[in-house]
């Protein structure tokens, strides 16, 4: 796939089939992350590939909490504060979203629906989950980012639709029991793989993107 085309293509899925995704498949989109660029080619990142039946005895515990009300506790802060600019595309981006589905402000049954299906990875067949050794300095979540972006693109070379989720670290606790991550490493983001459901509107939305002028400064 053309490298212009894969990043125009990208797109966060939130509706997957539940069609499995083989393992050759899933060990080809690894290995091409794993080719992300690291600083100092220390390639820092712990990466936990979940499917079958520990990734749906983890859906159901994430939803038991969910539906408990009980108490996130992800290892890294979730920020509470953004700057104006941020703030106001991030409040946009949730209401275009619930304005795409039809989902009104006062609507909290659909709205609670909507975020158990985050917790849930919007049904895909496949989290996979980027952790990071806890000695490690704030430049290794460049890192991170980096390998999940190139996650992303290789997932979609193969057919692939991928989510970035927060939602999926929020119960640290759990994670660590289900999948035995030490407590000498953070949990820093899981992403959610599989085959897009092309018949779901809610894959039809599309995030805006503001253009160069409000970013960039070219100096000469």
Known sequence: ??????????????????????????????????????????QPWEIYVVTGERLRTLKKRFAENFNQEVPIDPDLPIPSTWPDACEKRYKMLGKSLFDHLGIGRDDAVARKTHYLKMFEGFGAPVFVYVCLDKRLSAYSMLDAGIFIQTLCLAALEEGLGSCILTHLILYASALREELAIPDTSNIVMGVALGYEDPAARINSFRSERESQPLFVKWIS
């Open 1 to 42: 796939m053309d490298t212009k085309v894969a990043i125009l293509e990208r797109k966060s899925v939130r509706a997957f089939t539940e069609d499995a995704v083989p393992d050759n498949v899933l060990k080809s989109i690894i290995d091409l992350a794993l080719c992300a660029p690291s600083w100092g080619n220390t």
